[in-house]
């Protein structure tokens, strides 16, 4: 029995030095940059670090980032850390990790430092994107940034006519208003500059339309494409195409398969931003066939109906007696004010449209507009402009034709 007991008792101590002894972890480690200045912030990740005997979730880092044998920073389950260095040197930054055992490991990589300062990134956002004189015009460069320097020490100066005259002193203001008074288009330029010197510019232009009819925006944010809308009389109209949807190519046939899929001015998937989209009637209603219907219109918007065309055309000055009328003599002069750097703030380019046949035409000379009204034989009331004709085309179109879509407000 004594005998049994004493193996017994080996047989444990065995066991237990087996456990106790087990494996180290394996610490490993990036870093980002790099390679930088004393302005750069790096990041270091220890996720590439594992245990034989254990899950990568049980371990716990610790950084030492100077090499001068001090951690600065406690034991935590969190394998990521971010430090900048104070002076241009070469740093041995150690990492050094452990297990629920009680097992510690280290590994260490050099950092060297350089004195170049790289310059801040420019962005800055023209809302509305389109505006009307008087309008009050938000320029706002908040999410500039840098990765070597907060916020608060960019400073910011603005070009707001493209003269190459700085028009503001440099400044930590990061949104300023501004109304423009002539029609027509401003290059804006943002200088940003950080405490050491270095700088980066930015240019964006802005259409200011030659109308004091209130202007606006909108966010459409199933894409965070920024629309600018006009009210016309009691209407509030988008200033801009309807851009939303996948681009297809001109050979694709759209399919009532909940997707928008839109084509471009001579396949080209860059005049959808140019241009605005060219949709068919069925697939920009997403195949409901409802007048006034939301179709691919942002939420809150939808497809006008020939009477809200009407209702913008009376509002414009039609000739009541001419407003049913149909064809390119009815309202003869109204097409100046539709028309970009027109009186209204609709501001409509003559963008051209796509035949049935798959033929895009008429670029430069006219455009073509859906409403969501359709007659028993399956047309469609549109409504066209042209440099031809200084009256509104009010007619019907099948619906196989690819043409513009304005939204209107609910």
Known sequence: MKALTAIGFVICLVFTACIKEGQAPVPDFTFFPESG??????????????????????????????????????????????????????????????????????????????????????????????????????????????????PEKLLIRWDFNGDKNWDTEFSNQKIVLRQFNQPGYYSISMEIIDSDGASAELTKVLEVANTYNRYDYITDFRDGKVYGIVEIGKQWIMAQNLIYGTFVKNYITPLNNGICEVFAYQDEEENLNNFGGLYLWDEVLDYTDQEGGKGFCPEGWHLPSDQEWKELEISL??????????????????????????????????????????????????????????????????????????????????????????????
């Open 317 to 410: 000055g039609i000739e009541y007696n001419l407003v049913d009328s149909i064809g390119w003599e009815r309202g003869l002069g109204l097409a100046s004010q539709l028309l970009k750097n027109g009186l209204s703030g609709f501001e409509a380019g003559l963008w051209g449209f796509r035949y049935p046949y798959r033929i895009f035409s008429d670029y430069g000379s006219e455009t073509h507009f859906w409403s969501s009204t359709m007659e028993e034989d399956g047309s469609v009331w549109v409504r066209g402009l042209s440099n031809w004709s200084t009256g509104v085309f009010r007619g019907r179109m099948r619906n196989n034709y690819a043409l513009a879509v304005r939204c209107f407000k609910d």
């Open 37 to 150: 200045s004393r302005f750069n912030i790096f990041y270091f990740d220890a996720s590439l670090s594992f245990d034989p005997d254990n899950s990568v979730y049980s371990l716990k880092y610790r950084w030492d980032f100077n090499g001068d044998g001090i951690f600065d920073t406690d034991f935590s389950n969190i394998p990521t850390a971010s430090y900048k260095f104070p002076e241009i040197k070469c740093y041995q930054v150690n990492l050094e990790i452990s297990d629920p055992e009680g097992h510690v490991s280290e590994n260490s990589k050099q950092i060297c430092l350089n004195n170049n300062n790289n310059a801040p990134f420019p962005a800055f956002a023209i809302v509305p994107p389109i505006a009307s004189l008087g309008t009050e015009v938000r320029l706002d460069a908040s999410r500039c940034f840098d990765y070597e320097e907060v």
